[in-house]
């Protein structure tokens, strides 16, 4: 009752929310792209041999993460398979596109309407779908199981507050898990609460977090190369500021001014995570009067500010190697956080503020090894990283416990693709599956 309640809602919320969405993409242009293939029609990649199709899911750039992850161990046990990539949304299509051009098929996620997703899984074809953390859509699902293609949950994660309203709606959530073959979860805790909701333990796995199978060129000349884009002197201290968000970036310039009155050569970069808020941050610092630059300039012409601001995708990891300090946002104001190892890999200490709900295991294993450091205020970030300059000694050897936390996390996406693969093993044996 619960399922066909639910099929009755998506059928009301789109006949309501479309016509007004349609109005405003035509007035505005916004959210065009990727129209057709929301509503189901994809041009399908041609099939190889053997005709594996493997889609897999992910909602934004946190997850495209997990997913190059998953696709490099995927290309060693699979290497003629079609591989497929959706996602939710512009920016994670942007980012897939920009790093998996060539290699895999990237698509915009079909609607969560009965109608669409038989279109969609008609036209894919898939030979398992592969749903990324927490990415559950329940007429997708359901569609699947009928048409016996197998799903499997990997890199799950179930946060207290999504927990706490999946409760809301037992039996519906007991069904939509049995549609997964497979769970995998990052932590036991993940695990826990799935099996609460009604996910069959013999289902259930603890396998890490894939996330943290970096595939990042660490070597001192990446480092060196950024340093040299921001025409860094040898011990410039710089201060990298990674992902932000909300007002965080004008929250930091307390933080910059205070470690200023010590380290008065520091340089401070700042990552906005959306570059789409290049405008807002920009008008906040001319309004305050605080100059600088953006990192675009410095690759054309010389830096003349001591704060650089970020207008380009794919530079943050290698900033991170060049930086002497690192903040990770979306910690400050209430986003969750974002990939604490990206840091740690490249031997240095991270900081933190108390909203890092999404990267919870790695917050605790580096609490754990005294290389991550949590702080609640801007003023406090600024105490903290003023006491690291003060114990150089101490803080190198946080750094190097740091990089080792971060190795030693690494294998998780190869144990989540021997699932896969065990799956589609058993598909094997059984027939392939019935056509969608």
């Known amino acids: 009752m619960l399922y066909q ?34 509503f189901g029609f994809f041009e399908p990649p041609p099939v190889h041999a053997p005709p594996w199709r493997i889609w897999l899911h992910a909602a934004s750039v946190g997850e495209v993460q ?20 959706s996602t939710m949304t512009e920016q994670g299509q942007q980012v897939a596109r920009q790093q998996l051009a060539g290699e895999v098929h990237c ?36 569609h699947l199981r009928s048409n016996n293609v197998p799903a499997i949950l990997l890199n799950g994660r179930l946060s207290e507050r999504s927990y706490s309203r ?3 709606a037992p039996r519906f959530m007991t069904r939509l ?19 609460a909701l009604g996910a069959e333990p013999q289902r259930m796995e603890v396998l890490g977090n894939a996330k943290y199978d970096l595939d990042i060129d660490t070597s001192p000349e990446t480092a060196s190369r950024y340093r040299n884009l921001l025409q ?22 307390e ?74 946002g979306g910690s400050l104001v209430k986003r969750g956080g974002h990939n604490l190892m990206e840091v740690a ?45 003060d114990n150089p000694d101490q803080y190198t050897q946080a750094g190097q416990r740091a990089r080792k936390k971060a190795l030693a996390q690494q294998g998780s996406a190869r144990k989540q693709v021997q699932l896969v693969k065990k799956l589609l093993k058993q598909q094997n044996e059984n027939g392939s599956p019935a056509s969608a």
């Open 66 to 85: 997990v997913a190059r992850a998953l696709i490099n161990e995927l290309r060693k046990e699979f290497p003629n398979a079609d591989l497929i990539l």
């Open 107 to 142: 698509i915009y996620a079909p609607l969560d309407l009965p109608i669409i997703v038989r279109q969609a899984v008609k036209k894919l074809q898939p030979s398992i779908y592969i749903c990324l953390e927490t990415e559950l859509w329940p007429n997708l699902l359901d």
């Open 166 to 168: 999946y409760r809301l």
């Open 255 to 328: 933080t910059f001014q205070a470690i200023k009155k010590r380290l008065p050569e520091l340089v401070m970069v700042v990552a906005p995570r959306h570059l789409g808020r290049l405008a807002e941050i920009e008008a906040g610092y001319i309004g305050a009067s605080i100059k600088f630059n953006r990192l675009s300039h410095c690759r054309n012409e010389r830096r003349t500010a001591d704060l650089v601001l970020v207008d380009s995708m794919g530079d943050l990891v290698g900033l991170y190697g060049a930086a002497t300090y690192v903040f990770c």
């Open 345 to 389: 890999i490249w031997g240095k200490p991270v900081c933190y503020g108390p909203n890092i709900k999404d990267f919870l295991d790695a917050k605790e294993l580096l609490e754990a090894a005294q290389a991550g450091f949590m702080v609640n205020t801007a003023t406090e970030l600024a105490d903290t990283i003023i006491g690291f300059a």
């Open 5 to 38: 309640l639910y099929k009755l809602f998506s059928y009301l919320v789109f006949a309501v929310a479309f016509p007004l969405f349609f109005i405003f993409s035509t007035i505005t242009g916004k959210h065009r792209t990727g129209l057709k293939e929301r």
């Open 177 to 195: 898990l049995a549609c997964f073959s497979r769970l995998a979860t990052i932590r036991q805790e993940d695990s826990d609460r799935y099996i």
């Open 232 to 253: 860094l002197t040898e011990g410039q201290p710089l201060l990298v500021a990674g992902s932000t968000h909300g007002n965080e970036e004008t929250m930091l310039l």
